[in-house]
């Protein structure tokens, strides 16, 4: 069965510091790994979308990793902000899966002041 | 913006009445998605369409119908509400050949 973790759960760090988030997945064949941020009350935002042969993917203070040979990726946020406050979803889609995708059930991070 | 619209954006409603959560878009998309969040669990497809009048089940589609007449809005009908299906429900299409997908705001629906 196609299975996406996350871990932690959830997450409290102070304003300016870094954090990584982990996701290890079960999907095969493998296609592309997507890290999405969802704020409270809100839909989900696409951060990255990282295929086979893409190890490392930035965009601004966040920076995806994958390896595909150990079924791993992380979400690294670099000197957190206030509105990095989210929660932080891992969704992995199979080739040959036609429309669906398996989600994770998310990283809940709180940055405080 | 995803160019989105979902309405309502809150719903209570009692057990056994019919409920449709629309999904609006201006952009031409072909394809789009119903999905709903609950606590303890990723995402789940409800139903998808990939056109007008042309639709498909997704993993979790008891329950629930769709129609698409036009390729702007997406219906999500809940026949006779039960309290399972209490939930926050996404509306989603999808763009590019990684099918990157864009979400709306979302509705929130209560059966008591």
């Known amino acids: 069965k196609n299975q996406v973790e996350q871990s932690p759960q959830s997450l409290i760090i102070l304003e300016g510091k870094n954090c990584t988030l982990q996701?290890?997945?079960?999907?095969?064949?493998?296609?592309?790994l997507r890290w999405y941020k969802q704020d409270t009350g809100r839909g989900p935002v696409s951060l990255t979308i990282?295929?086979?042969?893409?190890n490392t993917k930035s965009n601004g203070r966040y920076t995806a990793t994958l390896d595909a040979d150990t079924k791993q990726s992380s979400l690294h946020i670099t000197a957190s902000q206030l509105s990095d406050s989210a929660s932080y979803i891992c969704?992995?889609?199979?080739?040959?899966?036609?429309?669906?995708?398996?989600f994770g059930t998310g990283t809940r991070l709180a940055v405080r002041p | 913006d995803a160019g989105i619209t979902q309405s309502p954006r809150h719903k209570v409603t009692e057990t056994g009445t019919p409920v449709t959560l629309r999904c609006h878009q201006t952009?031409?998309?072909?394809?789009m998605y119903w999905y709903r969040q609950d606590p303890g669990h990723g995402l789940r497809l409800i139903h998808y369409?990939?056109?007008?009048?042309?639709?498909d089940k997704g993993e979790v589609s008891d329950g629930y119908s769709v129609s698409r007449s036009k390729t702007e809005d997406f219906l999500l009908t809940l026949e006779s509400a039960t309290s399972s299906q209490t939930s926050v429900y996404f509306c989603?299409?999808?763009?590019?050949?990684?099918?990157?997908?864009?979400f709306g705001e979302g509705s929130r629906l209560t059966v008591l």
């Open positions: 369409s990939y056109g007008v009048k042309d639709t």
């Open positions: 969704v992995v889609r199979a080739k040959s899966s036609g429309d669906k995708l398996t």
């Open positions: 989603a299409h999808r763009e590019g050949e990684i099918g990157e997908l864009f």
């Open positions: 952009e031409n998309h072909r394809y």
């Open positions: 996701c290890n997945y079960t999907v095969s064949p493998f296609s592309n």
């Open positions: 990282m295929t086979f042969s893409e």
